[in-house]
């Protein structure tokens, strides 16, 4: 009984930090039509961003803020003076953020060095709450009212705002957007600057339990896409539902059916590309 | 890393000036040329890294010059992949026309090459765990200073049955060989001294959070973790934020407590105890240098990579003073490499059997907390520790190599 309260509770934290990471690449692929490879290099470029306030002594959350518009900054830069020169040629676009991905890597490497970092949890949400004999770590419950907070925020400015009626408009379709005067270019910029500032703010919400070490980028880059493509990309809902039944996959599939590791996230991505190729909550692309 | 690069770039340029030296200045014959197989990119480099700071040392320490050989180091980046290792070890041997190979870091890497420097007659020095490589399949060019998966692994399962007095355990590793021979070692010892292991886990080697399998742990005695690279400071802060630390004692290898990771771990890791072939508080004269020299150099606290790559050095130092300087001949320091018996080196006195593996000490440790810093304490020494263990060599090697099933777990539940 208490495992299977222990991997629930486990499961929507995980999933929790799984809408940071993805919600930006769901909203990246959505509107720009490319699989930002760079998604997991930004996780662990703004984790590592996140270290280095750290250590100077700067306040956890603001540590994370701070890294989020860093990485923000980095990422419009990238957009703007990189990925626009390709605008319109989708494979040149994917292989430069492979290329990119492998320089952050080294860059990375260079800098932090091959150490494992793993920073102490601040020290308000340290500990573990005790429900029924079991504890549960303040922090990961945190993390969940972060990502909550997050959601309702980008659903907030998808859904009411003005800036955000154009981006669905960019995501339902692109050439029409355009033809009736929004300045898509100008979303692309501001989009993919606003992904990479999440995934960084996730990197370090996520450093405390994940740390960070050469490799993150890696792991976390699969994530995002099983997120997306199950969710639906440029879908918010998606990235969201996506996040939480990844969550529970991850956590009960490695509990049930350990000799299933591998295959257990990756089943239910097959199974949704056979059977809805647009994913749980995408649109049909026209 | 930048001041790492600059330190080697420096060796080089000594190493380089000192070839470029008019010829009156050289010794009678040319360099001594080590290649080191190491990794610098990719996941695997905080090891790398390390190993390449432990040779540099030791090199600087003897001002390049080994029983009276000029040394020139050269250093191959594998990428920590097997196809990797392979490109550069042929690099290393027929480009460079090195006399002895030191590393590579990985098992896997070890066993893409092994075959390879066997049948062009190089020397290794292997810091890689594998079994076989000096067991079943022994390789006359390969010897071992560190340690078999299983070596620390056997001591930590006599020293929790017998001194800590436990009955059943859980073991938790990556789903590799290398965790699969720990976990078949330490298990082996501990059930024929009456223990029972009654839950195996086995975490792919990426996995983001270990909760799901933390939660499966209970009804135990102690777990014993063999985790390697940086997965260890995540399962150690995920065992101790789900609350079990303070109920099971945790034990581990020598890669999950090693004191190079002393630094990236914080309370999460005071308490638990762990069989290693290092130790960086071992009191012997050579231990003292080579950690003062890496305190000057890199500002670290030395761990088994940089150790294993120091002893490397001795041995190479030692096998050259064998042959009396004419160390040229490959298969002759292949032949020397193997008779070399030290009395004193950072781990403490190292020989070696018939198949080129170490015998040597080995340390329990338990960490703890002394002036803000985590130090694993040493609190009993297992002296002259053999691959065999107590084990009679020749049923030893009669039995399959250590495997996921192999010895068979009779008392899972």
């Known amino acids: ?286 | 890393m930048k001041v790492q690069r600059r330190t080697v770039l420096k060796g080089l340029l000594a190493a380089s000036a000192a070839v470029a030296a008019p010829p009156f200045l050289r010794a009678q014959a040319a360099p001594f040329k080590i290649g080191l197989l190491t990794v610098k990119t990719g996941p695997l480099a905080q090891g790398g890294n390390q190993m390449e700071q432990g040779i540099l040392t030791f090199l600087t320490e003897k001002n390049k010059t080994l029983a009276g050989r000029a040394i020139e180091l050269i250093v191959a980046d594998t990428g920590g992949n097997p196809a990797g290792a392979k490109t550069k070890a042929s690099e290393l041997i027929e480009r460079d026309k090195v006399n002895v190979i030191l590393g590579p870091l990985a098992a896997f890497e070890l066993l893409a090459i092994t075959d390879y420097v066997r049948d062009n007659a190089t020397p290794l020095i292997s810091i890689a765990a594998a079994e076989d490589v000096t067991q079943r399949k022994a390789n006359p060019f390969v010897i071992r200073p560190s340690a078999t998966s299983a070596q620390c692994c056997h001591a930590m399962g006599d020293f929790a049955s017998k001194e800590l007095k436990f009955k059943r355990a859980a073991t938790i590793s990556e789903d590799f060989a290398f965790g699969y021979e720990q976990m078949a070692g330490f298990q082996r010892v501990f059930e024929d001294n009456g223990g029972k292991v009654v839950k195996k886990l086995w975490p792919p080697f990426v996995t983001p959070d270990y909760t799901p399998y933390i939660a499966q742990i209970s009804n135990v005695d102690c777990v014993f973790n063999g985790f390697a690279g940086s997965n260890p400071v995540k399962f150690m802060r995920a065992y101790a934020d789900l609350g079990v630390k303070d109920k099971i004692p945790l034990l581990a290898g020598w890669t999950a407590m090693d004191d190079a990771l002393l630094k990236s771990l914080g309370d999460e890791a005071v308490g638990v105890i762990s069989a290693a072939w290092y130790s960086s508080e071992a009191n012997t004269p050579s231990n003292k240098r080579f950690v003062e020299g890496m305190q000057k150099a890199y500002g670290v606290l030395p761990g088994g990579y940089s150790a294993g790559m120091y002893v490397a050095g001795q041995c190479v130092e030692a096998a050259i003073q064998i042959l009396g300087g004419k160390a040229d001949d490959r298969k002759a320091l292949a032949e020397a490499l193997h008779k070399v018996s030290l009395t004193d080196t950072p781990r403490g006195p190292v020989k070696f059997d018939q198949y080129g593996n170490v015998v040597g000490d080995v340390f329990i440790r338990k960490c703890e907390k002394k002036d803000g810093k985590l130090v694993n304490t040493v609190i009993k020494t297992y002296p002259n520790v053999s691959q065999f263990w107590s084990y009679d060599e020749k049923a030893f090697l009669g039995n399959p190599v250590y495997s996921r099933d192999y010895p068979p777990a009779k008392n899972l539940e």
């Open chain 1, 1 to 286: 009984m208490s495992l299977w309260l222990t991997l629930a509770v486990n499961s929507i934290a995980l999933g929790g930090l799984l809408f940071l990471l993805s919600a930006g690449f769901s909203l990246i692929f959505g509107l720009m039509r490319i699989p930002n490879l760079m998604h997991g290099s930004f996780f662990m470029l703004g984790a590592y961003f996140g270290v280095s306030f750290l250590q100077q002594g700067v306040n956890f959350w603001l540590a994370a803020l701070l890294s989020g518009v860093a990485m923000a900054l980095i990422g419009g830069l990238i957009e703007r003076f990189l990925l626009k020169r390709l605008s319109g040629q989708e494979l040149p676009q994917v292989l430069l953020t492979l290329g990119l991905s492998f320089i952050i890597a080294d860059l990375c490497l260079m800098i932090w060095t091959g150490d494992p970092w793993q920073p102490a949890t601040p020290p308000q949400l340290r500990g573990a709450v005790q429900v029924a004999g079991l504890f549960f770590p303040i922090y990961r419950l945190a993390i969940v009212a972060v990502a909550v907070v997050v959601a309702l925020a980008l659903w907030l400015m998808i859904d009411w705002t003005r800036l955000g009626a154009k981006i669905r408009a960019g995501v339902d379709d692109a050439p029409i957007a355009r033809m009736v005067g929004i300045h898509v270019s100008k979303l692309f910029t501001l989009i993919f600057a606003l992904g990479a500032g999440l995934a960084a703010f996730g990197g370090v919400m996520g450093a405390p339990y994940l740390s960070v070490y050469p490799g993150l980028d890696a792991e976390m880059l699969p994530l995002a896409l099983i997120v997306v493509i199950l969710g639906g990309t440029g879908s918010l809902v998606g990235a969201f539902v996506g996040s939480f039944v990844i969550g529970f996959l991850y956590n009960f599939g490695q509990a049930m059916f350990p000799d299933l590791a591998y295959v257990i996230l990756f089943l239910p991505m097959v199974l949704v590309l056979v059977l809805r190729p647009q994913g749980l909550f995408g649109k049909v692309m026209s």
